[in-house]
C-alpha cells in the first residue's frame, strides 16, 4: 500500500506485525485469563494489518472490555490511532500499554511484550529497544517476535542486508507468514531490485489471497517500473476484495497523472478526499496529488489545488511545501528561493538536526534538488546541471527509480550545453527504470534533436504520442512533444 515504505513507519508497522506472531504461542496464561479478550485482540491484530481499520478498532475494544488490562490491545489500539494520525490518542493508548506490562507476571513474556512496545517511539521502552532486544534474543532467540524487531530495527537503522536475512529467517519457520512478503517487497524494491519486489507481492497475494494490501503493494511495484496497466489491474483487484481501501483509488489517481489523463485524475482525488473529509488522510492525499502535478508541469491545476489546500490547512507541515511547488509552478523564483531558505533555516534549527545524518544528507539532496529546478527556472542551465549532478552525488546509495527526476531533469539542462553524450548517459538510466515516464521520453527525443540525430528524435516522438493515446490535449510532455516536433527539419525535405 504505502509506497516505498518510509523506514520511520517499519517500526511502527512491527506493532501490528509482533502482535499477530503472538498468536504462534498459546498465551492464555501469560498475557491474559480471558480467552474471549485474547481471541478478539488477535482478531483485530489481524484486521490492523490488513488495513481494516475500522473493524480492526471494534475487534480491539472488544478485547479491552473483556480484559481492560490486556497491554498488548491497549498497544495495538495505539498503532491504529498513530496510523489515523490521532497522535494524542495514541500516546495516551501506548501509555497505558507501557504501565500495564507489569501485569504480565511471565518475565518471558513480559519481555516480549516490551520489545513490541519498543518499536516506537513514545513508548517508554524505545530507549532501551537495543537492551531489550538483546535480551530476548537470548532467550527466545528464535520467537518471530524477536525477529521481527529485529529485522525493523536492522532497517530503521539502515543495515538492509540483516533485514533481509531476518525475514527469510521469519519465512523458515513460518513460510505463510504474509507480512515478511510485504517487507521484504518494499525492501527490494528500496534497493531498486523490482523483479524480487514483484515476485514477493506475488508471493505475498498467494499467501494472503483475501487481503487488499498485496495487491495494492504489487501495483505500487509493476507502477514504478512503467507497467501501468498491469497496476491498474491490481489495484482495482485490491479495492473489488475491500471498497474502501482509498490507497488503490489514489495509486489509481496517479496513473492517469502518468497517462496525461489529468482531468480524470482530479475528478478520482475528489472523490477519494470527499470520502476521506475530517480525517488525516485527506491532507495526505492532497498532497499526494498536489506533487504529482508540480512533477509533471500542470501549473494550472497545481495553482488552483495549491491555494484550496493552503486555504484548508495554513500550518500543515506540508504548507512550506505546497507554498514552494507553487511558486515554482507559477514562474516565481525569488519567492521559491525564499521559502527553500527559510525552510532550510527551520531545518538547521531543530533538535535533531546535528545528530541526525541521515535526514540531513536527505534535507541536501532536496536543497539541490529545488535549487536546481530554480536555476532551470532563471535560465541557468550550468547552474541547474551542476545542482543536479551534486544531488545525484549524494543520491548514489537510493534505488534508482529515487533518482528520476534528478536524471531527467540533468538531461533537459545539458542540452542547450551541447552535452549530449552525458544526457545520453543520464536519460537513458531513467529509461531503463521506467521507459513510459513521459519526461524522461520528451528529453530523450529533445537529446536527440540537439545532437542533430533528428529521426531518432522523431522516432522517440511517435513513441511518446502513441504513450499518452489517452492523454488530455492539453498535458504538458503532450503539448512539448508537438512544440519539438514542430522545431525538427521537414523529412521530405531533407
Avoid at 491497549?74 to 489515523?84: N, S
Avoid at 471498497?243 to 489529468?262: A, C, K, M, T
Avoid at 480524470?264 to 488525516?280: H, I, P, Y
Avoid at 548517459?425 to 534533436?449: D, F, G, T, W, Y
Amino acid at each position: 500500500m504505502k509506497r516505498i515504505i518510509p523506514l520511520a513507519l517499519l517500526a511502527a508497522a512491527a506493532l501490528v506485525a509482533a502482535g499477530l506472531l503472538l498468536a504462534e504461542r498459546n498465551p492464555a496464561d501469560h498475557y491474559t485469563e480471558h480467552p474471549k479478550a485474547w481471541a478478539a485482540f488477535t482478531e483485530g491484530d489481524r484486521l490492523l494489518q490488513s488495513f481494516r481499520y475500522a473493524e480492526a478498532e471494534a475487534k480491539l475494544k472488544e478485547a479491552l472490555a473483556a480484559d481492560p488490562d490486556l497491554a498488548l490491545a491497549h498497544a495495538a489500539l495505539a498503532e491504529l490511532r498513530f496510523r489515523q494520525a490521532m497522535r494524542e490518542d495514541g500516546k495516551r493508548e501506548l501509555a497505558l500499554a507501557d504501565s500495564l506490562t507489569a501485569l504480565v507476571e511471565d518475565p518471558r513474556s513480559r519481555l516480549l511484550v516490551q520489545v513490541r512496545l519498543s518499536n516506537t517511539g513514545p513508548s517508554r521502552f524505545f530507549a532501551s529497544r537495543d537492551s531489550l532486544l538483546a535480551e530476548a534474543k537470548k532467550v527466545a532467540p528464535d520467537d518471530l517476535i524477536v525477529l521481527v524487531s529485529e529485522a525493523v530495527q536492522a532497517a530503521a537503522g539502515g543495515d538492509m542486508a540483516r533485514a533481509e536475512t531476518v525475514w527469510q529467517h521469519v519465512l523458515e519457520i513460518n513460510p505463510n507468514y504474509a507480512g515478511a512478503y510485504n517487507f521484504l517487497g518494499y525492501l527490494y524494491l528500496a534497493q531498486g531490485r523490482y523483479d524480487e519486489a514483484e515476485a514477493a507481492m506475488r508471493r505475498y497475494a498467494f499467501v494472503a489471497p483475501d487481503l487488499a494490501n498485496p495487491h495494492d503493494s504489487l501495483g505500487e511495484v509493476l507502477m514504478t517500473v512503467g507497467r501501468y496497466e498491469e497496476a491498474e489491474v491490481e489495484f482495482r483487484t485490491a479495492l473489488a476484495k475491500q471498497p474502501d481501501f482509498f490507497h488503490s483509488l489514489v495509486n489509481i489517481g496517479r496513473i492517469y497523472i502518468l497517462r496525461g489523463e489529468v482531468d480524470k485524475a482530479n475528478t478520482l482525488f475528489d472523490r477519494v478526499r470527499t470520502e476521506m473529509a475530517g480525517t488525516a488522510w485527506s491532507s495526505e492525499i492532497a498532497v499526494r496529488r498536489l506533487h504529482d502535478l508540480f512533477d509533471h508541469r500542470i501549473e494550472d491545476d497545481l495553482a488552483t489545488y495549491a491555494a484550496q489546500f493552503l486555504a484548508e490547512a495554513p500550518e500543515s507541515v506540508y504548507a512550506p511545501y505546497v507554498r514552494l511547488w507553487r511558486a515554482l509552478g507559477a514562474g516565481e523564483a525569488t519567492t521559491a528561493v525564499a521559502l527553500l531558505d527559510s525552510l532550510q533555516s527551520v531545518y538547521e534549527s531543530s533538535d535533531w538536526y546535528a545528530n541526525d545524518t541521515m535526514k540531513r544528507n536527505e534535507i541536501a539532496r532536496e536543497q539541490l534538488r529545488y535549487r536546481g529546478l530554480i536555476s532551470e527556472l532563471q535560465g541557468d542551465q550550468a547552474g541547474a546541471a551542476q545542482a543536479f549532478r551534486q544531488a545525484l552525488e549524494l543520491m548514489s546509495d537510493l534505488p534508482p527509480h529515487a533518482a528520476l527526476v534528478e536524471r531527467v531533469h540533468l538531461a533537459w539542462n545539458l542540452v542547450p550545453l551541447g552535452g549530449f553524450d552525458e544526457a545520453r548517459r543520464e536519460i537513458r538510466a531513467a529509461l531503463s527504470v521506467n521507459p513510459r515516464l513521459p519526461e524522461a521520453v520528451l528529453v530523450a527525443a529533445a537529446v536527440e534533436a540537439g545532437a542533430g540525430e533528428t529521426g531518432e528524435a522523431r522516432r522517440l516522438l511517435d513513441t511518446l504520442e502513441r504513450m499518452l493515446e489517452r492523454a488530455d490535449p492539453d498535458f504538458p510532455p503532450l503539448r512539448d512533444a508537438q512544440a519539438l516536433r514542430d522545431q525538427l527539419p521537414d523529412p521530405d525535405r531533407i
